[in-house]
């Protein structure tokens, strides 16, 4: 296994090891560069993963302490996880691109109150690497590879999709293996891909993206260790990344390069810790960008009780989707789109999100068809807001002195026309074959953190280029969702990968001028 020493300034140091930092780090290694992945969490065996959504909840989430503001509670679901793979291990699948008009939101909706932007790149720049992407993933319905097998749950839903009429329903879009691919088996509808898949059909950066680049001997992963913050040199160059290992000894690791890929909460909270005098507010925060523009997608879901048995926690949990709704419509009464897609609950989860605050009998009740349930989750644009972001608290720290995160949320007024819009459509679905009760409900998680150090062509609208090269800072990269411009509707995994990929290549040819 390939170690360098930790003042070796010839290295790239990724923070992180997910859909960003993972597959940034394999592309930059297979290249030939000298790579040190800085990854939180611990690295985990297929034997470590097990079919127990408690158990794995303790063995991949983030558990960090955080405070929550506006719609938010302290302990909101996130959706991170402090793992070598990153949220790749929690991710199920859905893999789908961006739609072109997602973006330019500035060019194309009209909503006020917003701080929206247009990429500094468009939906053409990026589709070479979105193939790239898909190659790489194992995506169903591309490059040879079949649809995902519809399970119960997808049927029921397309079923009732085509009886209103959409053509868009599909179960390609998913990177869980359709067949035998890249060494890794077909998938086996075993139905737990939150928790890890067991057999790695459901791509995950821990399987694929690191021992490939630890193949290379050019790449050195250091699981267990925190980043706190970066240093920068008198010439304004990221020189250094301190942080502490597992027995909370803090070290401090010279680099060429620095990429900051740790989910778009921690990602701003490592550069406003990075505070310095060249740097007052915090490292790349001249324009005060870092840390605002937090995006989560709008999300609802929806539980329909069919006449008979549906098993719907049967096979993958969220095995298709429905995309005739992303579109941009403003006379359905709101800007953007949203993404319908199946989705599989446990009885605990159904308990928690869908009927909150039922107890005994009435939870009995509730959960005695959860055999006849079909589901969906919904996920829609989130406009960007200024006062929506992470910031440092005042007082609270962390285990090791450090301000821990803020997170604030409060709705944009688009938010309610688009959920009520999309409760009445899965209502629809579900009634169109046969459901005797729909019951939606609204959840208030981050299912896709996003935006909080964005791309902007201005660099007083962002942190960074269409490359994630900081705009202060020459050799400092974002290189996660941080970095979205907007939320889009879909979910970001595969647009994340992407853009690594074309990071990477960007890189690369910097360090051929002599510019890196």
Known sequence: MKTFDQTDDSVVVVIGSGAGGGVLANELAQAGVNVVCLEAGRRLTFGDIVNDEKIMDERLTWHDRRFGEGILNPYFP?????????????????????????????THYALADTNAIDWPLTRADLDP????????????????????????????????????????????????????????????????CKSGCVIGAKWSTLYTEVPKAEETSRFE????????????????????????????????????????????????????????????????????????????????????????DVHFYRGAQQGGHIADEQRHDEARGFAGGYQIESAAFSPLAVARI????????DLAAALKDYNRIAAT???????????????????????????VPIVRYEDHANAEPM????????????????????????VNMATHNLG???????????????????????NLFISDGSAFSSS????????????????????RELMAKGDL
């Open 78 to 106: 996130a959706w991170m996880c402090k793992t070598v793979g990153g949220t790749t291990m929690h991710w199920t699948g859905t893999a789908v691109r961006l739609q072109a008009h997602e973006f330019a939101p500035k």
């Open 129 to 192: 690497y979105y193939d790239l992407a898909e190659r790489k993933m194992g995506v169903s319905g591309t490059n040879g590879l079949p649809p995902l097998p519809m399970n119960n749950n997808m049927k029921v839903l397309a079923a009732g999709a085509r009886a209103l009429g959409y053509k868009r329903v599909t179960s390609t879009g998913v990177a869980i293996n359709s067949a035998t691919y890249d060494g890794r088996p077909q998938c086996q509808q075993i139905g737990f």
């Open 221 to 308: 992963l250091r699981p267990s260790s925190m980043a706190l913050k970066i240093e920068v040199d008198k010439a304004n160059n990221a020189s250094a990344v301190v942080y502490a290992d597992a027995e909370g000894r803090i070290h401090r690791q010279r680099a060429r390069a620095v990429c900051v890929a740790g989910n778009a909460i921690e990602t701003p909270r490592i550069l406003l810790n990075s505070a310095s005098a060249l740097h007052p507010d915090g490292l790349a925060n001249g324009a005060g960008q870092v840390g605002r523009n937090y995006l989560k997608h709008v999300v609802i879901g929806a539980l329909g009780f069919m006449p008979g």
């Open 354 to 361: 869908a009927f909150a605050g039922a107890w005994g009998e």
């Open 377 to 403: 989750f919904i996920t829609g644009e989130d406009p960007a807001q200024s006062g929506n972001g992470v910031r440092l608290h005042p007082d609270e720290k962390d285990e090791y002195g450090l301000p």
């Open 419 to 442: 959920r009520a819009h999309a409760e009445r459509q899965a209502r629809a679905i579900f009634e169109a074959v046969g459901a005797a009760r729909v019951v939606p409900f609204r």
């Open 452 to 474: 909080t150090c964005r791309m902007s062509a201005d660099p007083r609208d962002g942190v960074c280029d269409s490359f994630g090269r900081a705009h202060e800072v020459g």
């Open 488 to 507: 889009g509707s879909s979910n970001p995994t595969l647009t994340i990968v992407a853009l690594a990929i074309r990071q990477a290549a960007h890189i």
